[in-house]
């Protein structure tokens, strides 16, 4: 009988054990997926970054150099969302070389890194949705007027 009871004793534990060992496993599935997916959504964002400023940039050559200072301004960011992507690159190489290794918390802190770096492209972008927008209502207004000299 007392070996019968070690026997499930033994049993219950193996359970637990294989158990935790694949809620481990599912633990850092999870971890290396959201890291993966928050590295394609900041890429998703910094090329939608990019072409906000091309098409900023666009718009610039049609407006006075006055109208368009504060675009200006966002516009030297471009070298920030190239270094940017160099570095998203690198993150996705860490992750292919050390994700598998790399502990939970080691996971989870590539992962905040990312985020905060996706809070920081928002900014940006919408800074940069609010210049467009006042950069096309400047450039509706001008050509809404009549040039100077010039009579109808």
């Known amino acids: ?16 054990l ?19 997916d928050g590295a394609d959504a900041l890429e998703t964002q910094l090329q939608d970054c990019r072409q906000r400023m091309q098409r ?3 718009m610039l050559t049609i407006l006075p150099e ?4 504060d675009a200006d301004t966002a516009l030297s960011a471009d070298a920030k969302v190239q270094a ?3 570095d998203l690159l690198a993150h996705r190489l860490w992750i292919k070389q050390h994700a598998v290794d790399a502990s939970l918390q080691q996971l989870a802190a590539a992962r ?16 940069l949705t ?3 927008a006042d950069l096309e209502q400047a450039q509706s207004s001008a050509q809404t007027l009549t040039p100077r000299g010039k009579t109808a």
């Open 130 to 132: 609010t210049i467009t």
């Open 84 to 86: 940017a992507l160099r």
């Open 18 to 36: 294989l158990w935790r060992r694949e809620r481990g496993w599912r633990q850092r599935e999870r971890a290396i997926r959201a890291l993966l």
């Open 56 to 58: 900023l940039r666009g």
């Open 112 to 127: 905040s890194a990312l985020d905060q770096s996706g809070a920081t492209l928002r900014a940006l972008i919408e800074r």
């Open 1 to 16: 009988m007392s070996y019968l009871l070690l026997a499930a004793i033994a049993a219950i534990l193996l359970l637990l």
């Open 66 to 69: 006055e109208m368009s200072a």
